[in-house]
Structures are given as C-alpha cells and as structure tokens.
T-cell receptor, first 114, second 116 residues
Framework: EAQVTQNPRYLITVTGKKLTVTCSQNMNHEYMSWYRQDPGLGLRQIYYSMNVEVTDKGDVPEGYKVSRKEKRNFPLILESPSPNQTSLYFC?????????????FGPGTRLTVT | QQQVKQSPQSLIVQKGGISIINCAYENTAFDYFPWYQQFPGKGPALLIA?????SEKKEGRFTISFNKSAKQFSLHIMDSQPGDSATYFC???????????????FGTGTRLKVLA
C-alpha cells in the first residue's frame, strides 16, 4: 500500500529535550515536505526536500532541522524544543516538485512541549 | 500577497443540503488550486483541484467554481452527507523559479458538520 508513515503519532516532551520525528514514504517520491498545522493558521511549510541531500527552508523553519540521506526518509529534528513548537506536524511527499503532482500526507504527529 | 483567505471557519449543513466554502487570493502567479479533505486523526487528502484556465470542475458531488477576475474560488458539496463531515482546506500553488519547485499556500480551514 502506497503511504507516508510518521512516528511517533503522539509525543509529549519537555523544553530543551532533543527529539526526532521520522517520516518515510514507499512511493519513490522525489519531493518531501514538513508542515505544521495550528488552529486558525492552516498548514505552514517548515522545510522541504527536492531530492536526496537537497533541502530548503519553508515559511517557518526556525527551531527545526531536517536531513535527506535516503530518498524514502525525511526526519524532522527539534534540537531544543520550546512550547511554541507544540503543534500537529505532517509529512508529505509527491512524485516531483517541478510540476503539480498530488501531495500525499502522513497521518500526523501531535507534539506537546511543556 | 501570499495569503489564501478561507471562509467560513465552520459550517453546519443539513443532510442533503449544499455546502459552500470560499477562498480568495491575491497573487496572480498562483496557477493550481487544490482542495484537501481532512478527517479527525488523519492527514489531509487531495479532494479535487483546478487550473485557472477553466471556470468549473466537477467530480461527483464536489465542484470547484473558479473566478479568475475576482481571484476567488469555491468548493460546492452537493447533497451533503454526514460522511462529508471533515475539515476542508483550500490551497494555491505557484512555481518558484529560484528553487524549481511548486510552493503551496494553504487556507486556514473550514470545519464542516453535516447533520443527519
């Protein structure tokens, strides 16, 4: 089954404790992206990757890091989480980024930082 | 100029009624307008999309109406069903020549509830 998976689905952590949210897709997609969803703000892009070893900042990259060492994986790293990063996070992938292909979203990771 | 304004924030419709969600944009560089449907606990999923060279696109009970001159587009759900209860996001996309990628700007979402 073609899908985007994220782990963990739920995470409660404390300020400053480094964490990683994993994202994996099995569709051989080139383009992967991270979004955060906040009430009243919709989805905002954090980082995206056009292919292996090629990443770039989205609209709200502060406090986040990403890496793309393999085509299927695109982890999101919060090196020193703060309460304002409490949010619902989605990973998405699409076949390519140079034209409009459907974006497939993962099931989401709900992060709470206390 | 990068915003996509979506309304209403929430919508309650009787079963069998028509649900209408509206979006407006400013950036004329946008050239792809998808709508996403999100059920609780799930990620958004593409519902229907339109390019600005057509004024309407219909897929089953779902229709996008597009008004290029007014920079507005809307989603119409005909014969709304309780199973349509979800959050709907409009989006607009444009091609970034600096990175060679398409960028998506999402609306703030509309929570639809269809009463049985």
């Amino acid at each position: 089954e073609a899908q985007v998976t994220q782990n963990p689905r739920y995470l409660i952590t404390v300020t400053g404790k480094k964490l990683t949210v994993t994202c994996s897709q099995n569709m051989n997609h080139e383009y992967m992206s991270w979004y955060r969803q906040d009430p009243g703000l919709g989805l905002r892009q954090i980082y995206y990757s056009m292919n292996v070893e090629v990443t770039d900042k989205g609209d709200v990259p502060e406090g986040y890091k990403v890496s793309r060492k393999e085509k299927r994986n695109f982890p999101l790293i919060l090196e020193s989480p703060s309460p304002n990063q409490t949010s619902l996070y989605f990973c998405a992938s699409s076949l390519s980024s140079g034209t409009v292909y459907e974006q497939y979203f993962g099931p989401g990771t709900r992060l709470t930082v206390t | 100029q990068q915003q996509v304004k979506q309304s209403p924030q929430s919508l309650i419709v009787q079963k069998g009624g028509i649900s209408i969600i509206n979006c407006a944009y400013e950036n004329t560089a946008f050239d792809y307008f998808p709508w996403y449907q999100q059920f609780p606990g799930k990620g958004p999923a593409l519902l229907i999309a339109i390019r600005p060279d057509v004024s309407e696109k219909k897929e089953g009970r779902f229709t996008i109406s597009f008004n290029k001159s007014a920079k507005q587009f809307s989603l119409h759900i005909m014969d709304s069903q309780p199973g349509d209860s979800a959050t709907y996001f409009c989006a607009a996309s444009y091609y970034r020549t600096t990175s060679g990628t398409y960028k998506y700007i999402f609306g703030t979402g509309t929570r639809l509830k269809v009463l049985a």
